[in-house]
């Protein structure tokens, strides 16, 4: 049972660009959202987070994007570099029965190429 | 260094051996996560800890997987008589208090095959 599902397995942008990555979940429950960054044989780093209160969240070049209506989120990397070149991890947290701490459910992952 | 280590960094072992991974996390972070990424897949969250106590343990596979936490600090992880599915990349965080909005700092993992 995928609970988040990143459904594009890789993305390839020129240098300069924008990259858009994508991200469903089916859990209700979930109210907080995060984006990770993964090279390889390296732990993943966190990006950038939003709340379910909020639709959108912006830092530096990186913004995400939230429609809780079709439970759907985005990361947006405008300009995209060829250091941005990685696997790109959506995750969600539910706060569960009032106790709210940061377990999270990963989707599969989105390897992002960006070409110089 | 400051960031979260993890021991060892590749561990290959015959099927039906015990294994131990080790988590040491970042200086006084209260909560650690173990998480495994098996191939192909995201990462799937196994056990939390807040101090000493794990709270949740709902990820756990199996009753050969168990983990403890000593002194607030590092984390063991000890898979007993291991099988091939264990096989897979496992991971620890580790974040300043268990508040959502405190970002999870992790660690490069422990590369687990079972011959």
């Known amino acids: 049972d995928q609970q988040v599902k990143q459904n594009s397995p890789s993305l390839s942008v020129q240098e300069g660009r924008i990259s858009i990555l994508n991200c469903d979940y089916t859990n209700s429950m979930f109210d907080y959202f995060l984006w990770y960054k993964k090279y390889p044989a390296e732990g993943p780093t966190f990006l950038i987070s939003?709340?379910?209160?909020?639709d959108k969240n912006e830092d530096g070049r990186f913004t995400v994007f939230l429609n809780k209506s079709a439970k759907h989120l985005s990361l947006h990397i405008v300009p995209s570099q060829p250091g941005d070149s990685a696997v790109y991890f959506c995750a969600a947290s539910a706060n569960a029965g009032g106790t709210s701490y940061g377990k999270l459910t990963f989707g599969q992952g989105t390897i992002l190429t960006v070409h110089p | 260094g400051a960031g979260v280590s993890q021991s060892p960094s590749n561990k290959v072992t015959e099927k039906g051996k015990d294994v131990e991974l080790r988590c040491d996390p970042i200086s006084g972070h209260t909560a650690l996560y173990w998480y495994r990424q098996s191939l192909g897949q995201g990462l799937e969250f196994l056990i939390y800890?807040?101090?000493?106590?794990?709270?949740?343990k709902s990820g756990l596979p199996s009753d050969r997987f168990s983990a403890e936490r000593t002194g607030g600090s590092v984390s063991t992880l000890t898979i007993q008589r291991t099988q091939q599915e264990d096989s897979a990349v496992y991971l620890c965080?580790?974040?300043?208090?268990?508040?959502?909005?405190?970002?999870?700092?992790f660690g490069d993992g422990t590369r687990l095959s079972i011959l």
């Open positions: 965080a580790s974040s300043l208090g268990a508040l959502r909005n405190q970002p999870q700092h």
């Open positions: 939003i709340s379910s209160i909020k």
């Open positions: 800890f807040q101090g000493n106590s794990a709270p949740d």
